[in-house]
C-alpha cells in the first residue's frame, strides 16, 4: 500500500517544468544557416569557373595577317591547274587577271617554290617564337602544298593525255584541284582575318600531328 500511495500522489513534473539546459532534441536554428552557407559555397565554384573559361585572348593582328599570307603559297601553285576552267569561262580569267604580273615575278624567281616552302616550314611552323595560331595555319598551308604536287608526280609517271576519254578526265581533274584550292584558299583568308582557326579537310589533321 506504501508503494502504491508514492505511486500516487507523487507525478511525474510536466514538461514546462524540465530543465532547459538538457534539451531533449538538437535545436534546428543552429543547423540551419551551416546548410544554407555550405550549399552556396558548393554552387558558386562551377559558375566561377565557367566564365573564367569562356574568355579567350584575341589574336593580335599582326598574327592573323602572317597566317593568311601563309595560304597565299598554296594558292599561287595551284593557278596552273585553273588553264581549263579559265578557257571555258572568261569571266573567271578577268577576275584572276590582277594576279598575273605576281604570278610571273613568282615563277620567274629559280626555285621559288621550294625557297618559299622550306621558309614557311622551317621559319615559321618549326618556330617556337611564333603563337600557334600561325604555326598552325602555316602548317596547314604546307601541307595543302604538298598535295598539290602529288598530281604534277602522277602526271610525270603516267603521262598528260591530249584526246579522247583521259583528256576529259585530266580537264575535270584540274578543275576540281583548283576549285579545291581556290576555296580553302579563301575560306582560311576569312577565317584569319577576323581570328579564327580554319580546319580544312584532309588537312588540319595531318598539320595537328606535326605540331
Known amino acids: 500500500m506504501a508503494t502504491f500511495s508514492l505511486l500516487r500522489f507523487s507525478p511525474l513534473p510536466p514538461l514546462q517544468t524540465l530543465p532547459k539546459s538538457r534539451p531533449l532534441l538538437p535545436s534546428p536554428t543552429v543547423q540551419i544557416p551551416l546548410l544554407l552557407k555550405s550549399t552556396a559555397a558548393i554552387r558558386s565554384i562551377p559558375r566561377s569557373n565557367t566564365i573564367s573559361a ?5 589574336v593580335p593582328a599582326s598574327n592573323r595577317l602572317l597566317a593568311a599570307l601563309a595560304y597565299s603559297l598554296p594558292f599561287l601553285n595551284s593557278l596552273h ?8 569561262f572568261p569571266a573567271a580569267a578577268a577576275a584572276a587577271a590582277p ?10 624567281i629559280p626555285y621559288a617554290s621550294f625557297v618559299a616552302f622550306f621558309a614557311l616550314y ?5 618556330n617556337p617564337a611564333f603563337d600557334r595560331f600561325v604555326r598552325f595555319n602555316s602548317m596547314q598551308a604546307v601541307v595543302l602544298d604538298v598535295l598539290l604536287v602529288l598530281p604534277v608526280l602522277v602526271q610525270r609517271v603516267v ?4 584526246r579522247g576519254l583521259g583528256f ?4 575535270l581533274g584540274y578543275d576540281a584541284i583548283f576549285i579545291f584550292s581556290a576555296a580553302c584558299f579563301f575560306y582560311s583568308l576569312a577565317n ?3 581570328g579564327r582557326t580554319p580546319y580544312l579537310p584532309l588537312v588540319a589533321a595531318a598539320a595537328d600531328r606535326q605540331l
Not at 594576279?99 to 620567274?108: G, I
Open 54 to 58: 569562356s574568355y579567350r585572348p584575341a
Open 81 to 88: 591547274y585553273a588553264r581549263f576552267l579559265f578557257a571555258r
Open 99 to 108: 594576279l598575273v604580273p605576281l604570278v610571273t615575278a613568282y615563277r620567274a
Open 122 to 126: 622551317l621559319g615559321v611552323v618549326r
Open 159 to 162: 603521262g598528260v593525255p591530249s
Open 168 to 171: 576529259r578526265l585530266l580537264v
Open 192 to 194: 584569319c582575318i577576323l
